[in-house]
């Protein structure tokens, strides 16, 4: 075991010990350089029998965790293979498992599992959905963690694996009894995005009634059994999720999690009343047809009133003085008119880029409002993708905030799927499509930038990332876009020479051409953006100011002798 107090790998100092499984310790540490805590996880060699194998599945685990990036996933920062232990360092992730919340409490409050059910289909129609699907294997309350804002972090992945669409099993059967689904076991196909449903659904089990089904008699009953006071609308739901055919449970995360948002609605009470509805409807449908004309110009009435309050809202939405505010107008306006672009288009631009930053909780809202279903069935992103123009154009603004403005510095995994989808428009300027094609290309391969494959060859290397880089910012970009996404490009080549200066030059960079880019960008900006003309907003005005104290930076790195 590592000794508290010990440094590894002559940054990482062992603070204390947080946990501990059946083959792992797990330890804070704190990398005093970068003045920053992380979790060590360590794995030794000695008392396993086949630790090759362990290794195996460590090095899978970690390769999957790498290419990931998900709020509610931890993201792997290093891994250290030493003689006699192998380590994975990783976000440390405040909080504890549920399965000591269980411990402490007992059954948790039932609106809380649901919300956290929310979030678990979130991550987890994130993990089915990647280019080769991922599918847990392992969900239940010791593999989730609860943080202090109330969130949720998913842990462990040692059992996870890629979805094979031509494998007619698994390799292993692997799970936890009492939550794993049947198939897991073998001999009932392969484990898909259904398995994990299982999962969840007897996680939750466990949470809202106490009772654990990884126990004897190993069974998941109705939860009213338990409790006569939980909804029958999420008992239907535990219910469907845990059933032995895969057939009879729900069939994805956005099935499930469309009726989590309504749950209310699966109670028996609520049933008798749509039924009484249907019959005030049947008769209803007698007078439409007698009053049909009428029924006509209703429903152009109609349209036109929903028209006019969905503008109302937006309008509400621009003169609310609190973000919160905003939001609900916003929210209101939508589910009026999901296919409508302009109320998507002023909550980012108006709410969100109002300070020119992309922040995870805004982008938690975002994807909240795509996956949420109509009265169809279809979700908003769907029904919005019908009109082609301002899906296209919705995509490009999100490809371009993902990319420069999230989180700050910006995401460029997160942006790759809205500019492969700007990319291929047919409705974009052609500038547009242009740049949205190489930043979707940097996007693509920013996840691998200076990462050795197994045969030691470095598959992406900053000389390309440099090459592409100079390409984005070619010619004169307000003239081509518009002043603010010019501001945006400049910054982030300025960003990368200040952060990368030396890793670009250790490439072949020369350091004029580091130069020669921060001059050009100086010229544009003293020649193209005109922070005193009256046309130009504060917003500009600011961008403007930011990048020129970002040029001196790094000038500064430039001329100083440490390339």
Same mark, same amino acid.
């Given at each position: 075991m590592l000794e508290i107090g010990s440094i590894v790998d002559g940054k990482y100092k062992i603070l204390n010990q947080i946990g501990q499984g059946g083959m792992s310790v797990v330890y804070l540490a704190m990398n005093e350089r970068a003045n920053k805590q992380w979790a060590v996880k360590e794995v030794r060699k000695d008392g396993i029998q086949d630790f090759a194998f362990v290794r195996q599945g460590l090095i899978v685990e970690m390769e999957m965790l790498k290419r990931l990036r998900h709020p509610y996933l931890p993201t792997i920062i290093d891994v250290i293979d030493l003689e006699d232990s192998f380590l994975i360092v990783m976000d440390y992730i405040e909080g504890i498992p549920f399965r000591k919340a269980l411990e402490m409490y007992g059954a948790l409050p039932q609106k809380d599992v649901i919300e956290w059910a929310k979030q678990l289909c979130e991550v987890l129609g994130y993990l089915h959905s990647r280019p080769f699907p991922i599918i847990y294997r392992d969900m239940k309350p010791d593999n989730i963690m609860l943080k202090p804002d109330g969130s949720i972090a998913l842990i462990d992945f040692g059992v996870a694996r890629e979805y094979k669409p031509y494998a007619l099993q698994d390799t292993r059967a692997l799970g936890t009894q009492g939550y794993a689904a049947p198939e897991q076991f073998g001999g009932q196909g392969q484990t898909d995005a259904r398995t994990d449903l299982y999962g969840l659904g007897a996680t939750l089990y466990h949470l809202v009634t106490g009772h654990n089904p990884a126990e004897p008699p190993y069974e998941v009953f109705p939860i009213r059994h338990w409790n006569p006071a939980l909804s029958q609308g999420l008992e239907k739901i535990i219910w469907k999720c =845990?059933?032995?055919?895969? !057939? &009879? #449970?729900?069939?994805? /995360?956005? &099935?499930?999690?469309?009726?989590? !948002?309504?749950?209310? &609605?699966?109670?028996? %009470?609520y049933s008798l009343k749509q039924?009484? %509805?249907?019959?005030?409807?049947?008769?209803? /449908? *007698?007078? =439409?047809?007698?009053?049909?004309? *009428?029924?006509?110009?209703?429903?152009?009435?109609?349209?036109s009133i929903i028209i006019q309050k969905y503008n109302d809202y937006i309008e509400a939405a621009k003169s609310s003085t609190t973000v919160d505010e905003q939001f609900a107008y916003y929210e209101k306006a939508l589910r009026l008119r999901p296919e409508e672009k302009q109320a998507y288009l002023e909550l980012i631009d108006k709410l969100y880029l109002s300070d020119d930053v992309l922040t995870a909780k805004e982008d938690q809202q975002l994807r909240s409002l795509l996956i949420r279903r109509t009265n169809t069935g279809k979700t908003y992103e769907e029904v919005l993708r019908e009109q082609v123009s301002g899906y296209e154009e919705l995509a490009y603004k999100l490809g371009i905030a993902y990319f420069y403005c999230y989180e700050e510095h910006g995401n460029k995994v997160l942006s790759a799927k809205w500019l492969t989808i700007a990319a291929n428009a047919t409705t974009l300027d052609a500038r547009q499509i242009q740049r949205a094609s190489k930043l979707g290309r940097i996007a693509e391969y920013y996840a691998g930038l200076g990462v050795e494959n197994r045969s030691g060859d470095v598959n992406i290397s900053y000389a390309m990332y440099w090459q592409d880089l100079c390409e984005v910012t070619k010619g004169n970009i307000t003239a081509l876009d518009n002043a603010t996404t010019a501001l945006m490009v400049y910054q982030e080549m300025v960003y990368q020479i200040?952060?990368?200066?030396?890793?670009f030059e250790r490439a072949g960079v020369p350091r004029a051409a580091l130069q020669k880019q921060l001059?050009?960008?100086?010229?544009?900006?003293?020649? !193209? *953006?005109? =922070?005193?003309?009256?046309? !130009?907003?504060? #917003? *500009?005005?600011?961008?403007a100011e930011e990048l020129k104290v970002n040029i001196v930076q790094a000038q500064r790195v430039l001329e100083s002798g440490e390339l």
């Open positions: =845990t059933q032995k055919n895969p !057939e &009879e #449970r729900y069939q994805s /995360c956005a &099935e499930m999690q469309y009726d989590l !948002e309504h749950f209310q &609605e699966l109670d028996n %009470r039924k009484f %509805r249907l019959i005030s409807f049947l008769g209803m /449908c *007698i007078f =439409t047809v007698i009053f049909s004309l *009428i029924a006509v110009w209703a429903h152009q009435t109609k349209n200040y952060v990368n200066a030396i890793k001059n050009d960008i100086k010229n544009h900006l003293e020649k !193209e *953006i005109n =922070t005193n003309s009256l046309q !130009e907003t504060d #917003r *500009i005005k600011q961008l």
